[in-house]
């Protein structure tokens, strides 16, 4: 008996102490209980957890709620203007109903604040939306306070996001001040109900982001795919002012939250999976960022120019427009004149101007609106504003039309844009004469083509030896690889073989029967471009041989074949160590070898300049350009944009600009007037990537819209 009764204690004792530490976990919270740092709120269907946590890099606490799973995603954080300094954190209901969070000192760092209620039953619970609510413990309960009218930095489903009119409450997110800090932060995401309702994302009192007004079935700038598995849905009436999203079945979860450098993601898990994806990322783009073409202009994510000015507008600062600097936007092309005639130019797919100066009449039909912008000269365009059941209501914008861009995705709303009458006339004349002038060289261009195809086939039916006559004529002082070589080397040009490809076409690795890997670069056939530039890069690296220039072994000329064969760099490219973001590659280059590569591209620069048998300007020196060998050494490479110059000649011109955006000199881009200087320019964008790991031209800071080299100067000054 007695061993039987020490065996029970101690078997209490062993489960008293495997409990020690453990988190317990309750479902409510009355009034005669608390919360500490070792236990939990869990929502009834356990897919939330209210409590205390801290994060990896910070001796912090927060009280907090928490999705049940891994890893972990917070959706509130109740405390987080005032963190706890330890684990002494206690979460309960006080007497006059509010929710207070102290610590052992009976110091309050968060409190609901509510006014005093009646009922002496206060009761807590979290939901399974993961609401965490305070109500009268009444049979039918009275929600007294709940924290999905105070939210954080994120949103989930069911969460109202905006304006109670009543009450004056405005629901808004804002971000975290860092990674490890949830503390709020510079950005806020809100709706704003200055007329029609917009998202903003704000930075401070800065405009960051915007959606595009509501139009009755989405906020014209964001355009959700439809596969996505949540849909939108926005109340605007006397009381309220809101959206909300909610989930298409129950398979998945959704987050929305802001991050700390003001990116709204849209995060979705599916319940049988393990980890959470960003399905949606806004701004998506730079053209997202606020007003980025200035007034206008539209902003086209997949044009080359970017930006572009409405009609009867051009750049408000052309020189600034053509080394790509948007940010002034456009200018009336000449003054307003009110008595001419004006047309409407209609655009589909574009995100509505924002609200600045405008007129809302929701009852006017869309020819009265159009009328209503003819009468008043400052009227700049119009559009319905309200999509659904074919277009209602009237949306008029004056002065500057800021903000707009090109949707990826299809829009509901049509803008019209007010435009001369005299544009759309000689534009229809011009396009005229086009149609006159076409109806003439057509058919004599297909002529002549038919003419110059007979006398080429038959130069060629007559001269079986053209190959060896323009090996001769092609004195390009290099060995010529047998195309056999070259096609069992790539394995027959196999895709497993493929390492890259550009303007001139497909880049091929190769091993030869020795054992020596090459890469072969093949001339596309459809290249027209590429055949000028494959005799400019063959007569070129002919006679340039450097360290720190790539190594031309020979070339392969087969009937209508034209390949380089280069030493293989098996390292590839500089721009896939600077802009991979790979761990291992920044391991790889840290800052001795990002110095040692800065040092062999200059002296692979100065002996095209100064050293080699030709004076050589590279003209397309970018960090894609430059190739790394086992070593990490850098190989200049690309040599079909290259032109040489005479020693006594300081500078030439162009009439055909080639190169890279972003890299190029402006008198270069903008004249065509190039030197070693040209080169020298881009070497100094290259040295400022290599150092910093950001591309020049897609560089976005929060105070200025100018580039990785214009904000360098900047900060220079």
């Known amino acids: 008996m007695k061993m039987n009764l020490s065996g029970i204690v101690c078997f209490t004792l062993v489960v008293i102490l495997c409990c020690i530490g453990k988190t317990i976990s309750i479902d409510r919270l009355h009034i005669s209980q608390s919360i500490t740092y070792n236990s939990t709120i869990t929502s009834p269907k356990e897919q939330f957890h209210l409590g205390f946590f801290s994060l990896a890099n910070s001796k912090k606490f ?9 890893p972990t995603r917070y959706v509130w954080i109740a405390n987080r203007e005032n963190p706890l300094n330890d684990t002494s954190g206690v979460l309960r209901i006080r007497e006059d109903g509010n929710l207070v969070l102290q610590d052992n000192a009976e110091r309050i760092f968060w409190s609901t604040n509510i006014t005093n209620s009646s009922s002496q039953n206060f009761v807590a619970h979290l939901l399974d939306s993961g609401n965490f609510i305070l109500s009268d413990g009444k049979e039918e309960a009275r929600v007294l306070w709940q924290s999905f009218d105070h939210p954080s930095h994120a949103m989930i489903p069911g969460m109202k996001f905006g304006w109670d009119l009543t009450t004056g409450l405005n629901r808004y997110l804002t971000s975290w001040k860092n990674l490890d800090d949830p503390s709020p932060g510079e950005y806020t995401y809100r709706l704003d109900l200055h007329g029609v309702p917009q998202i903003f994302v704000m930075k401070g009192d800065l405009k960051h982001y915007r959606s595009g007004p509501w139009n009755g079935i989405d906020f014209g700038g964001i355009v959700f795919s439809t596969s996505l598995p949540f849909g939108t849905q926005i109340k605007i009436d006397d009381s309220e002012v809101y959206y909300e999203h909610y989930l298409l079945g129950n398979s998945s979860l959704m987050l929305v939250s802001i991050d700390h450098t003001g990116v709204l993601q849209i995060i979705l898990r599916e319940k049988n999976k393990n980890d959470w994806r960003v399905m949606l990322e806004i701004p998506q783009d730079f053209c997202g960022d606020y007003a980025y073409c200035g007034p206008n202009a539209i902003c086209t994510i997949n044009d ?6 409405i009609p009867g507008y051009m750049p408000t600062n052309p020189w600034e427009w053509n080394v790509r600097i948007w940010s002034g936007g456009c200018v009336l092309e000449s003054p307003a004149n009110c008595s001419e005639r004006v047309h409407f130019k209609e655009y589909d797919g574009l995100k509505m101007p924002d609200l600045l100066q405008f007129k809302l009449n929701a009852t006017m039909t869309q020819e009265e609106c159009k009328a209503e912008c003819l009468r008043n000269c400052s009227c700049t365009a119009y559009a319905d504003a309200n999509s659904k059941g074919g277009g209602s209501g009237c949306l008029l914008w004056f002065g500057d039309l800021i903000d707009i861009r090109r949707l990826t995705l299809s829009a509901s709303q049509k803008l019209h844009i007010r435009v001369s009458a005299e544009d759309i006339v000689t534009k229809s004349d011009s396009r005229k004469k086009i149609k006159i002038v076409i109806a003439v060289i057509v058919p004599t261009s297909i002529l002549l083509i038919c003419l110059a195809s007979i006398i080429l086939w038959k130069r060629k039916s007559q001269g079986k030896g053209m190959l060896g006559q323009e090996r001769e004529k092609e004195n390009f002082e290099l060995p010529y690889f047998d195309i056999d070589i070259v096609t069992r080397a790539t394995q027959n040009y196999s895709n497993m073989n493929k390492i890259g490809e550009g303007g001139f076409g497909p880049v091929y690795k190769g091993k030869l029967e020795s054992g020596q890997e090459i890469a072969i670069k093949r001339l596309a056939e459809t290249s027209n471009q590429g055949l000028d530039e494959f005799k400019n890069e063959v007569m070129l690296i002919a006679k340039l041989q450097h ?171």
């Open 62 to 70: 927060y009280l907090g709620v928490w999705f049940n799973l891994t």
């Open 304 to 309: 080359a120019r970017v930006c572009s000015c």
């Open 547 to 717: 360290r720190n220039l790539v190594r031309l072994l020979g070339c392969c000329i087969h009937g209508d074949e034209r390949m380089l064969v280069y030493e293989y760099m098996p390292n590839g490219s500089l721009d896939s160590y600077i802009f991979g973001g790979s761990l291992v590659n920044n391991h790889l280059l840290a800052w001795r070898r990002r110095f040692a590569i800065i040092t062999g591209i200059c002296r692979g620069l100065l002996y095209l300049h100064r050293d080699s048998r030709l004076r050589v300007i590279h003209r397309d020196l970018k960090a894609s350009n430059v190739l790394l060998d086992s070593e990490m050494n850098p190989k200049i490479s690309d040599f079909g944009m290259a032109r040489t110059i005479g020693e006594d000649q300081l500078r030439m011109k162009t009439k055909r600009v080639v190169g890279t955006y972003g890299y190029m000199a402006p008198e270069y881009a903008i004249d065509g007037v190039y030197s070693t200087k040209s080169d020298v320019f881009s070497l100094g964008v290259l040295v400022l990537e290599i150092l910093s790991g950001k591309r020049n031209n897609q560089f976005h800071h929060p105070d200025h819209d100018f580039n990785l080299l214009g904000h360098a100067w900047r900060k220079s000054l």
